[in-house]
């Protein structure tokens, strides 16, 4: 696997390394030694799998808060996605700044989402599969979202977006968020 650094302060690309023969590929697409000399999470408790049936399809931008606050493994097994992660982790070098990466099955490229990320994807395909690996089980009352059109993250989605679920529509705006995590602190 080849690992790169995105422009967010511990999240990463993978490319995987595929093996060629008449047959097609093998690749890998973990590897707990390679994950560990990196210093990622090599523990993953929970692997999940999304579908969506129509392009432009939005899913996102979601988290879990402390103290279930959660890595993600994720990639594009069918169909291609427009993944983007928001990095709101106040100490962080990258603070407040979001990455976007088009996820494919055909370039089979991986997204690595430390904790303290809000993540969220739209499918620029029909008929789109995506898998996740995740560090904690998921707490339904941890459970929140940033919504996916606030300027605050800077995104700019390539497709008009056609289907969004009521509870993603209901997420607040960063600045509300953000206000409750500072009171926390």
């Not at 560990?36 to 523990?43: C, D, M, S, V």
């Not at 097994?77 to 427009?82: E, L, R």
């Not at 809000?118 to 941890?142: C, K, R």
Request: with cysteine.
């Amino acid at each position: 696997m080849l690992f790169h650094r995105t422009p967010l302060h511990g999240a990463w690309l993978i490319d995987a390394e595929p093996h060629l023969d008449e047959r097609g590929w093998f690749a890998r697409s973990f590897c707990e030694h390679e994950f560990a000399e990196y210093g990622l999470e090599t523990r993953f408790v929970q692997h999940s799998r999304s579908f969506s049936k129509r392009a432009g399809t939005l899913r996102g931008m979601h988290f879990q808060t402390a103290p279930h606050e959660e890595v993600k493994l994720v990639s594009c097994v069918s169909g291609a996605i427009f993944d983007v992660i928001f990095d709101m982790r106040p100490g962080s070098p990258s603070y407040r700044q979001s990455f976007s990466v088009e996820l494919t099955a055909a370039n089979g490229r991986q997204l690595y989402i430390p904790k303290g990320m809000a993540h969220g994807f739209e499918a620029l395909t029909d008929d789109v599969t995506v898998n996740y690996l995740i560090s904690e089980f998921y707490a339904p009352g941890y459970s929140s979202g940033i919504r996916y059109d606030d300027p605050a993250l800077g995104v700019e989605w390539p497709m008009p977006v056609t289907q969004v679920s009521d509870k993603d529509l209901g997420w607040p705006p960063w600045e509300l968020i953000n206000r409750g995590m500072c009171l926390e602190d």
